[in-house]
């Protein structure tokens, strides 16, 4: 319903369709990077590794608070100012054509990376929702038949709306769900007394320990000034102001559901401990009394909803723009508004249908996300150079660190001997950040850039 009101604030038009109009005030991008923020990872996600690693897991939504602050404080109203659509664009704007199109790639493989982990979350809800019905495949069908449908109507403007609702329904019904569990399984000590003894499950750091907890604070630092889905809700809001205010609310509103998800992940470690700790979170609710169970679970559902409408928005926007539009524009052409809608809306499509093939392959949920993020390493390495020392920069740097920065989380994945370091996002910092520095000192074409007042 609330995609279909969103077809007349559209307007027939690819702006309407991909970014809002740029009117939002910033209650509206406050619940939009909310619903983004606490999605499938951050609540079935957390519980899972919760269910393996014990309370430290809730500090992923705390890192993501962390990372909304500081692009709050630093990246959010500098983005508005800007005036662009994309992350690549702005490489396209003031670097090369070569380092738009490697942005494109490798935001793209965020994203996709990101919008996949929805569909595995909402086929494990689903599942253990309806276990009658619905295997952890088709439920992962139906999750990205939602998900597709709701952006192919109404498009950034359905996705912002439904987030009003979704993040009240994630509030209400994570909060009753975790007192729900902590009923169920008899109070704090009682679940205690039924966990393994070689863990901590309630120590904050020692499951995952302080590596693996600081390289979270970094990948959220990072990801959260240059992953097209965060910075697109930026480029949403109507001004440079509603745009910082609206990712300071957000932080206030997402930070503290990780450990409560976290705590329920514990709560079905005691109670059932050899189930897949992917259904961690759906198993233990849907045994606590029925009313909370649906209420809990139609939280968790938004949750992964909220997040998957804006990620296949954002997606749709990086192929339309960097692209199509830029392909056309080379060539002299304008692309009409219909047009512009039309590709969008089929673009939305095709990456649904895409991300449900990742989805499939996808195992781990937290795991597999943060490597995913540390892609943003190089993006955001650029991004702040260029706000803050426009100067320094030169044109050709953006394509080489875009570029290693790639390779390193491929050569990470493959090749086991290259992970010396806690994680990924360490290893990125300490190669990408220096090699652009270099390059900007050796290199001789700066970049044109007069920074928006």
């Given at each position: ?121 909402g ?41 009003v609702?979704n ?16 009923s169920?399984a ?102 606590t ?37 830029w ?58 150079f ?44 300490l ?23």
């Amino acid at each position: 319903m609330v995609s279909i009101v969103s077809i007349r604030l559209v307007k027939n038009e690819a702006l309407g369709f991909l970014l809002a109009g740029r009117a939002w005030p910033w209650y509206m991008v406050a619940f939009m990077l909310t619903g983004l923020a606490i999605g499938g990872a951050s609540t079935v996600g957390t519980a899972q590794m919760a269910f393996e690693s014990g309370l430290p897991a809730g500090w992923y939504n705390v890192a993501w608070g962390f990372g909304a602050l500081l692009m709050g404080i630093f990246g959010a109203s500098q983005w508005r100012r800007i005036g662009i659509s994309t992350v690549p664009e702005m490489l396209g704007k003031y670097y090369t054509a070569s380092s738009r199109v490697l942005g494109v790639i490798l935001q793209f493989m965020i994203i996709m990376t990101v919008t996949c982990l929805q569909f595995v979350a909402g086929g494990a809800l689903l599942s253990a929702m309806l276990p009658d019905y619905f295997s952890l495949f088709s439920g992962m069908l139906l999750t990205a038949i939602v998900f597709v449908g709701i952006a192919l109507v109404g498009g950034f403007w359905a996705g912002g709306l439904s987030n009003v609702l979704n993040v009240m329904i994630i509030w209400i019904g994570i909060t009753v769900g975790m007192m729900a569990c902590w009923s169920l399984a008899g109070g704090t000590e009682v679940i205690i007394s039924r966990l393994p003894r070689e863990l901590d499950y309630f120590n904050l750091v020692q499951g995952l320990g302080w590596g693996v907890l600081l390289g979270w604070f970094i990948v959220m630092a990072t990801m959260t000034f240059t992953m097209q889905g965060v910075v697109q809700v930026s480029l949403a809001a109507r001004s440079p102001g509603h745009a910082k205010w609206g990712f300071l609310t957000a932080v206030i509103l997402m930070a503290p559901l990780g450990f409560f998800s976290a705590y329920m992940g514990i709560a079905a470690k005691s109670l059932y401990p050899d189930i897949a700790s992917v259904k961690a979170l759906p198993t233990i609710i849907m045994n606590t009394n029925p009313i909370v169970a649906g209420l809990t679970l139609s939280g968790l559902w938004a949750a992964d909803i909220s997040t998957g409408v804006a990620l296949l928005i954002s997606s749709a926007t990086l192929i339309e723009k960097d692209i199509y539009e830029w392909f056309m524009e080379n060539r002299g052409l304008i692309v009409p508004r219909e047009r512009a809608l039309r590709l969008s809306r089929y673009l939305v499509l095709i990456i649904g249908m895409i991300g449900f093939y990742m989805a499939v392959k996808a195992a781990s949920i937290l795991n597999t996300l943060l490597i995913g993020l540390t892609l943003c390493t190089p993006f955001t390495i650029i991004f702040l150079f260029t706000t803050f020392l426009p100067g320094f920069c030169k044109k050709a740097a953006a394509f080489w660190t875009i570029l290693v920065g790639g390779l390193i989380v491929v050569l990470w994945l493959l090749f086991p001997t290259v992970r010396i370091l806690p994680h990924a996002i360490y290893l990125e910092w300490l190669v990408t950040l220096p090699l652009f520095i270099i390059l900007c000192l050796i290199l001789k074409d700066p970049i044109k850039l007069k920074v928006p007042s």
